[in-house]
């Protein structure tokens, strides 16, 4: 015994009677953007910059971007939550800059305060990565 179903139909209208919805920002405008992405956007900015000035040092080195640390921090790190942490090259995994996203902007006043402390953040990372001081990485950093 075969049952025949019919397929579904397709609604074209909500439960009020209305039409699908639409974009509600077209894709051109910068609100379209997530505060992921946008945050996303300015470590590479900043890595970007760094890389003019240290691009044969920072080759092979991955960055990368993650919420929110692990709960159990490094037994290096003393104090509060880290903003970023650098993880050596090991077992043939590259060197490797991650940069904690939810405590970073927990800190920044607004959107160009955030860009300054992304940099900040990858700055003080490649400086560990490099044994600089991050003054020596980049002349405006300012933390």
Partial sequence: ??????PAPVRRRDRRGR????LLLPPDL???RTRAERFD??????????ERRWARQLEGTEFAVEEVPPSRPAPWEHGGVPLGRYFPADAGLPARIVVYRRP????AVDE???????HDVVVEQ????LARSPDEIDPGYRM
């Avoid at 015994?1 to 019919?6: N, S």
């Avoid at 490649?126 to 990565?129: D, G, T, Y």
């Fill in 1 to 6: 015994m075969r049952i025949h179903r019919r």
């Fill in 19 to 22: 039409g699908p919805r639409g």
């Fill in 30 to 32: 910068p609100a379209h």
């Fill in 41 to 50: 956007d300015a470590v590479l900015d900043s890595v970007e910059r760094l």
């Fill in 104 to 107: 970073v902007e927990s800190r």
């Fill in 112 to 118: 160009a305060d955030l860009a300054v402390l992304v």
């Fill in 126 to 129: 490649v400086a560990h990565l």
